[in-house]
């Protein structure tokens, strides 16, 4: 789609608005509630009979959740470009990788976003939380904007920016800095209430980005509430945390990159400890693990607060709430940690959608939901159609109840394999998740050419912990074929925005 349709799609969608208006209906607002790091396996609404989640929990069964549901890209910077592009990373920014860079004046994303979609049919738009993106808010249609202005995960002492858009404005980089002293979270909540309470007589789109559950966790980085939620002994551990002898893996660098804020960007170049940073006798997976469920039931408290202020303003059953993330978490699983690979506790995410004004609420194992799906769902549901330019595909169709699944049932993901630290990825991988099965192949390091067609291939049914590849053995040859042919056909039709900018990756 070029400016020009963008204008007049964008046109009709206004009028159509206003029609409504005249009418006495008001159209649906919109909240995205994207959080960080976030799988489901903690979730009780995904089967987790150990956990405290009642919010999300209470979303889930008040809305419609997707069993799987998928990140694109399993890192920050292009899963969030994702959400707002509806584009595969690779036409979006032209990269797979996470970039080293915030809100910097570089090239805005190429086609009209989600909030610029939205913002020309009447909604006014606001991004609260994490941003990440290499792009100023500002250029990709936002109105209002409060995020932090470093990249280096703190929730304690962390700077914010604030600014609101005026005529003629274009950068964020006028508004006001102040540091949070306190938990940001909290501070971000606070703005969400009041720019949700401020616009609550039109229509909106908020873009609510929940930073929990991303390290720093555990004593010193979350209210004791939370560090003291969960013991040790509470924890159940997935299958693949341990080793060939069945021990459980351990990484000792990274345990200390989890709990304590600055560790990674002080020794990932091979500086030494500095007084301190020395573990707890007989810290242990169980123990990192207890403070990620803490940070999780903290999400879920923010969850929580995001729905209260939708009830207390009147407007919760005429808001879409979106609730997804951009990634999910390793936590030992296969001896990796963090994020960006295949593996399921990396691309695993929860998706769940609720609109009580407009489509009813269920769930479903037969249609695998992504990111890239967020935009066009969205922007069907609030009736203004899917532009061509977005890659993603509606699943409006299945939330109202109108088919069981799409003609394209699975998705496909990048990983490039976290970078600058001792395990990353030789190659990136490029895979395709469907219902049951999972394929996955390598490519060069320029992140295109093929080196490997065949080195994944798992039935999660009968493997859901990926203890077993199948790839290469023979095993189910008609539906690893299947799905070979897919994703390659895929990666042979899907662009890449050639970006003469390059910025540093992290």
């Known amino acids: 789609m070029n400016r020009r ?14 029609a409504a208006s005249c009418r006495g209906e008001r159209p649906p607002n919109v909240v995205v509630c994207f959080t960080d790091q976030l799988r489901p396996f903690e979730l009780g609404c995904y089967g987790n009979p150990h956990f405290r989640t009642p919010h999300i929990d209470r979303l889930a069964r008040e809305g419609f959740r997707f069993e ?13 470009a994702t959400l707002l592009s509806g584009q595969y990373a690779r036409t979006c920014t032209g990269s797979i990788r996470n970039v080293g860079s915030i809100g910097g004046q570089r090239t805005r994303l190429p086609d009209p976003t989600l909030p610029e979609i939205l913002a020309a049919a009447g909604y006014t738009t606001g991004h609260v939380g994490k941003w990440h993106v290499h792009v100023d808010p500002f250029l990709l249609g936002f109105d209002y904007a409060y995020y932090p202005v470093e990249i280096p995960h703190r929730y304690y002492g962390r700077p914010m920016r604030e600014a609101v858009r005026e005529e003629g404005k274009l950068s964020t980089e006028t508004g006001q800095d102040a540091v949070v002293e306190g938990f940001m979270p909290h501070a971000a909540g606070e703005k969400m209430r009041e720019w949700i309470r401020a616009n609550r007589d039109r229509p909106f789109f908020l873009n609510y980005s ?3 559950p991303h390290m720093p966790i555990g004593p010193g980085n979350l209210p004791r509430e939370y560090v003291d939620m969960y013991s ?5 551990l997935r299958d693949n945390v341990y080793d060939e002898q069945g021990r459980l893996h351990r990484d ?9 804020w600055d560790y ?13 940073d020395a573990l707890p006798d007989g810290f242990d997976l169980k123990d990192l693990t207890a403070y990620y469920w803490g940070a999780v039931s903290c999400t879920d408290d923010l969850v929580g607060d995001l729905m209260l202020a939708l009830v207390e303003n009147g407007i919760a059953d005429n808001t879409i709430v979106v609730l997804s993330a951009d990634h999910g978490e390793l936590l030992g699983n296969h001896g990796t940690y963090n994020k960006d690979r295949l593996y399921e506790e990396a691309i695993r995410v929860p998706m769940v959608f609720r609109y009580p004004d407009g489509f009813g609420h269920g769930a479903t194992v037969d249609q695998v939901a992504s990111n890239v799906d967020i935009a066009p769902t969205v922007l069907d549901a609030c009736g203004l159609g899917v532009p061509a330019h977005m890659q993603g595909q509606s699943l409006l169709p299945v939330l109202s109840g109108n088919r069981r699944a799409l003609d394209r049932r699975h998705c496909f993901i990048e990983a490039a394999g976290y970078q600058g630290v001792s395990y990353a990825m030789p190659y990136s991988m490029m895979g395709v998740r469907s219902p049951t099965h999972k394929y996955g192949i390598e490519v060069e390091e320029d992140d295109r050419a093929v080196r490997n ?9 009968a493997d859901p912990f990926e203890l077993d590849n199948l790839a290469g053995r023979g095993v189910q040859p008609e539906t690893a074929a299947a799905l070979r042919d897919s994703l390659l056909d895929w990666h042979r039709s899907t662009r890449w925005l050639e970006v003469a900018d390059e910025l540093p990756h992290l």
Do not use: M, Q
């Not at 000792?252 to 304590?260: D, L, N, P």
């Not at 080195?455 to 049914?461: E, G, K, T």
């Open 264 to 276: 990674f960007w002080r020794t990932r170049g091979g500086a030494p400890d500095a007084p301190g």
């Open 252 to 260: 000792e660098w990274w345990f200390k990159v989890y709990t304590k």
């Open 232 to 236: 040790r002994g509470d924890v159940v």
């Open 68 to 80: 799987v549901g998928v990140t694109n890209s399993p890192v920050c910077s292009p899963a969030r």
């Open 5 to 18: 349709e963008f204008v007049s799609t964008s046109a009709l969608g206004a009028a159509a608005i206003a």
């Open 210 to 212: 929940v930073s929990l």
């Open 453 to 461: 067609p065949a080195a994944v291939f798992h039935d999660l049914r």
